[in-house]
């Protein structure tokens, strides 16, 4: 009887370890042609332990490269690069590797550009200077 008992306590507890065991950390990558700004995002995401920064990249066609390599889990990438707009890349990610989840942002703001996101199959789109943890937290956990 008393082992029954001492088996119900212990599986909850198991269970919420499981749980903890499952957090999510978004493995991610920055793509963005400033290198001060990556240097800006990279520990404020790092900050938290939710995400972990595993690549940068300053190009469309670098930052296609080592997501199609590193497959992360998010990429943060700027609407504007120097040898094109991310939006093309984050097009073809949605073809290529569907898993990786796709943030754009931008000095600019606008609803123009969060229509342009979606149209690519990006989550969404946030503009630099509102750009927070908490801003891509709400958009991850938006189903």
Do not use: H
């Amino acid at each position: 009887m008393i082992l029954g008992i001492w088996a119900d306590l212990v599986r909850p507890v198991s269970k919420i370890r499981q749980m903890a065991e499952r957090r999510t950390m978004y493995r991610t990558v920055i793509a963005d042609d400033s290198e001060e700004f990556r240097a800006w995002l990279r520990p404020l995401l790092e900050g938290d332990s939710a995400f972990k920064v595993v690549g940068e990249a300053a190009s469309g066609e670098e930052t296609l490269d080592i997501c199609l390599r590193l497959q992360p889990d998010l990429l943060i990438m700027d609407v504007f690069m120097p040898d094109g707009e991310g939006t093309q890349v984050a097009g073809l990610l949605q073809s290529r590797a569907p898993k990786v989840r796709t943030i754009l942002i931008s000095a600019n703001a606008g609803a123009v550009y969060e229509q342009l996101a979606q149209s690519k199959g990006a989550e969404g789109f946030i503009p630099k200077m509102a750009l927070t943890i908490n801003a891509i937290k709400a958009i991850l956990e938006k189903e």
